[in-house]
């Protein structure tokens, strides 16, 4: 079976005042039908730029090169038109900050109708079901009751899951999570990951798990790839690049994680 998603030698530019600036240079990997694929780096190296361009959601003015292929479709230079049904239909994503994504003026409910409804143009009645349900898989108590409760009536953690149901609610075949777990504290991070590694098992969407955290990506990515200032500096199995990182920065970022096994020195 042919792959889900094919980036092949992703460009970005961004004009400047001192002229054009790639901030993502020549990045290239596939995502699998069941699979989740990592990409790690630190913050300014091209990770979120790849993701919005793959997305069709790049900043006014940047310009992209190479190719980006969803299921065979050419995404790069898409109609507008087009790529909007496929957005939240076929390819969601999952922002760092769900604050930002969240309609404060609108319950949950109606903020998951919406999306529900634009791509399979059901009744409100139907729709509110969809709601609840995808609460429910999402794990959020009281989904019932909570569908028509506003974002700032929840925990950052239940916002982040609010988030996550929002984007699973059509089954798209391909969920790219940006730093979904930045801004939450360690326990809630691993409730998250857990959450996200569950629902691909079950759903069978093919994901994209972006992080600046190496150890992150240990638990929950087959494939990694590795960007520093825009570059894709290591590309491989997860295994493979744990076991025998061949980039020095690769290395280094390994050896920021913190081991059970480390010596305290306090
Ligand atoms: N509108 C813009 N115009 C010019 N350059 C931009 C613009 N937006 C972002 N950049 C640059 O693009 C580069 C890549 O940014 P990107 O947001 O992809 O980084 P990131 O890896 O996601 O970082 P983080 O971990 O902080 O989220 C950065 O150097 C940034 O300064
Ligand atoms: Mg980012």
Redesign the pocket.
Known sequence: MSELLVVEDLT?T?P?TRGP?D??KGVSFTVGRDETVGIV??????????S?AIMGLL?R??TTGGSVRLDGVELLGAADRDLRRLRGDQMSMVF?DPLSSLNPYYTVGLQIDEVYRAHRGRSRRAAREVAIKALEQVGLPDAGRRVDHYPHQFSGGQRQRIMIAMALVCSPALLIA??PTTALDVTVQAQILRLLADLRQQTGTGMIF?T?DLAVISSIATRVLV?R??EPVEYGTAEQVFAEPRHDYTRMLLESIPRIDDEVTT
């Open positions: 970005v961004f400047t600036v901030v993502v780096g630190e913050s300014g190296s091209g990770k979120s730029m790849t919005l900043p003015g940047a760092q940006d730093e972006i600046h960007m200032a825009g």
